[in-house]
């Protein structure tokens, strides 16, 4: 997949609904035993809450789903919580929602409600952004070309990783994977072909509204 959804950062929220208190968590994880030993690290944190319901997905193609109710009536907190991240359509994380009981029943319908929405501040306070494949292209050129190239790259917004000054000018760029042959055959027609241009290794990145976050 040359893009997919996922989420930045651990991220934690809270929301109280008719005096329960609901904590949502979610974080991104690349394998399920990862997702395992979280979902054990907020129910170890919260022995004490009434129920620790939990969902997770593993894999580019979501093809690793699980979810838990853990005592909460069948398909009103486990389910709701996974429908959540498909949704958002969101790879490789893991969500638990943790419910402290605060006296008042909220029927089935009021417990989708909830479990919903404890999911989703937990996604939004770990911030979805966009993984998007990248490739490192590195541009060589002489002294004299180098304010025409960077004008020509910063026209272009794409993302400077470094330069580096020696004998010749060395510019690291990464473009999206899709994006490759532009910028090369940009900069090998404004330096009339005289740019020593090398492709190096493919990437994921992190994007958010368009913008990189490193």
Not at 45 to 73: C, F, L
Not at 75 to 103: C, H, M, N, S
Not at 132 to 158: A, F, P, S, T
Request: proline share 1%; net charge negative.
């Amino acid at each position: 997949m040359s893009t997919y959804k996922t989420l930045h950062e651990f991220g934690m929220d809270e929301i109280i609904i008719e005096k329960s208190t609901f904590i949502g968590y979610a974080k991104p994880i690349k394998t399920e035993e990862e997702a395992v030993e979280f979902i054990n690290e907020i129910k170890k944190k919260h022995k004490d809450a009434t129920h620790n319901v939990w969902a997770y997905t593993v894999g580019k193609t979501m093809n690793i789903q699980r979810y838990s109710d853990d005592g909460e009536p069948q398909g009103t907190a486990g389910i709701p919580t996974l429908e959540v991240i498909k949704k958002e359509d969101l790879r490789d994380v893991v969500v638990v929602v943790t419910r402290y009981f605060g006296g008042i029943k909220l029927g089935a319908g009021g417990l989708v409600r909830a479990y919903t929405k404890g999911a989703k501040i937990g996604i939004d306070a770990a911030k979805v952004i966009e993984k998007v494949m990248y490739r490192e292209v590195k541009i060589k050129i002489d002294y004299n070309q180098l304010g025409k190239v960077q004008n020509e790259i910063m026209n272009m917004n794409y993302f400077v990783k470094d330069t580096i000054y020696e004998d010749n000018v060395e510019i690291i760029v990464y473009s999206r994977l899709e994006e490759v042959k532009v910028i090369t055959d940009r900069i090998t027609d404004i330096t009339s072909a005289t740019a020593e241009i090398n492709l190096g290794e493919e990437f994921y990145l992190s994007e958010q509204n368009g913008n990189i976050i490193l």
